[in-house]
C-alpha cells in the first residue's frame, strides 16, 4: 500500500479506538509510528542487506519490535496500540500483488493480493479510511 493509505488507515484505527475511549487520543502518535515503521526499510535500502518488503516486511521484525517497546516502557495499552499499528501495515500490505513475506528469511512464502500499490484501489481505501476517520471524530463531536 501506499505512504497515504497506511497514514489514513492508522488515522482510521486511532479514530475507531477514539471513539470506545477518548484518552486514547493521546496514544496517536505510537499507532501512527508503528504503521509506518515496516516501511523504514525504504529509507534505509541503500545498506547492502535492507531490501523493501523484506527486512521490516516478516513476523520476527514484528516481533522483536514489539518485544523492544515492551522492555522499553512496559506499558501494556501503548505494545497493544503500537501492535495494532505494526500488524495493520503488514495486513494492508498482504493485500498488493508484491504481497508481504511474512516468515523471510527462512521462507519466501508470502500472502499477496490483488491490489496495485498506489493504484486506484489502494487510494480508494485510503480515501475511505480517511471519510471514516472524519465522520468517527465528527459524530462524537455531534457534528454530524
Ligand atoms: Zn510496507
Known amino acids: 500500500m501506499s505512504k497515504k493509505t497506511h497514514i489514513a488507515f492508522a488515522l482510521f484505527l486511532s479514530s475507531y479506538l477514539f471513539r470506545s475511549d477518548p484518552k486514547l487520543l493521546l496514544f496517536i502518535p505510537v499507532i501512527f509510528v508503528s504503521a509506518m515503521l515496516p516501511d523504514l ?3 534505509l535500502r541503500s545498506i547492502p542487506f535492507i531490501e523493501h518488503r523484506k527486512t521490516f516486511h516478516n513476523i520476527w521484525f514484528m516481533i522483536a519490535a514489539i518485544a523492544l517497546l515492551w522492555i522499553l516502557v ?3 495499552l501503548v505494545t ?3 501492535s495494532i499499528g505494526i500488524i495493520s501495515h503488514f495486513l494492508m500490505d ?3 500483488k508484491k504481497g508481504v513475506m511474512w516468515l523471510y528469511p ?5 500472502i499477496s493480493g490483488p491490489l496495485r500499490t498506489g493504484g486506484l484501489i489502494d487510494s480508494l481505501i485510503g480515501a475511505a479510511s ?3 476517520s472524519i465522520y468517527l471524530v465528527g459524530s ?3 457534528v454530524f
Not at 527462512?106 to 508470502?110: E, G, I, K, T
Open 80 to 82: 497493544r496500540l503500537f
Open 41 to 43: 526499510d525504504l529509507a
Open 106 to 110: 527462512l521462507s519466501n512464502w508470502r
Open 74 to 76: 512496559h506499558d501494556p
Open 140 to 142: 462524537y463531536f455531534a
Open 130 to 132: 480517511l471519510l471514516a
Open 94 to 96: 498482504s493485500l498488493t
